[in-house]
T-cell receptor, first 115, second 115 residues
Framework: SQQGEEDPQALSIQEGENATMNCSYK?????LQWYRQNSGRGLVHLIL?????REKHSGRLRVTLDTSKKSSSLLITASRAADTASYFC???????????????FGKGTLLTVNP | KAGVTQTPRYLIKTRGQQVTLSCSPI?????VSWYQQTPGQGLQFLFE???????NKGNFPGRFSGRQFSNSRSEMNVSTLELGDSALYLC??????????????FGPGTRLTVL
């Protein structure tokens, strides 16, 4: 089963608007990552936030983490058509048969930014 | 630095055949992870290799196997292909071990179609 679940599944906005995507997860984590994927291609890492951090910024991106609610949000400000992509959150979870953690992805939010 | 490369980019096979996919990580990266992406199941972790050792594995049948060479290049093999194995197979690398703790650099993927 997925560790992280993004909400909403799809989001359509106009250029210049802000976009907010949410991620909820089930078990405690060490860190949470956000990735972007354009049209079924490889993923691009956006931000990694550790469990002892509450907020992180990178350019037009702002990520928050609330470990008490087991949730995170990704805010993209002043969106552009080029931001059109699927956005995934990923958390660490124990792999089968061992103590090593694996990266577990949610099913993603499809963001469409209309020019 | 060159990015993560995957070969081939597209592959068409028939049920029952086997397939080998290749991944060359970014120079200096010792960790390589593999993921399967399908519309229904999303992104699912297959396995992670670090210094030629499998560190972690996901919940896939034994038909899925992999290995890593001394130069960190990795291959994954799927035997006795089934229709449900049709997917985008993504490889990711990171400098150190522990894919769940570090930014992952993804390749463009191999699109496998099983007929």
């Amino acid at each position: 089963s997925q560790q992280g679940e993004e909400d909403p599944q799809a989001l359509s906005i106009q250029e210049g608007e802000n976009a907010t995507m949410n991620c909820s997860y089930k078990t405690s984590i060490n860190n949470l990552q956000w990735y972007r994927q354009n049209s079924g291609r490889g993923l691009v890492h956006l931000i990694l936030i550790r469990s002892n951090e509450r907020e992180k910024h990178s350019g037009r991106l702002r990520v928050t983490l609330d470990t008490s609610k087991k949730s995170s949000s990704l805010l993209i400000t002043a969106s552009r058509a080029a931001d059109t992509a699927s956005y995934f959150c990923a958390t660490d979870a124990r792999g089968s048969g061992g103590s090593n953690y694996k990266l577990t992805f949610g099913k993603g939010t499809l963001l469409t930014v209309n020019p | 630095k060159a990015g993560v490369t995957q070969t081939p980019r597209y592959l068409i096979k028939t049920r029952g055949q086997q397939v080998t996919l290749s991944c060359s990580p970014i120079s200096g990266h010792r960790s390589v992870s593999w993921y399967q992406q399908t519309p229904g199941q999303g992104l699912q972790f297959l396995f992670e290799y670090f210094s030629e050792t499998q560190r972690n594995k996901g919940n896939f049948p034994g038909r899925f196997s992999g290995r890593q060479f001394s130069n960190s290049r990795s291959e994954m093999n799927v035997s006795t292909l089934e229709l449900g194995d049709s997917a985008l197979y993504l490889c990711a690398s990171s400098p150190g071990g522990g894919a769940a703790y570090n930014e992952q650099f993804f390749g463009p993927g191999t699109r496998l179609t099983v007929l």
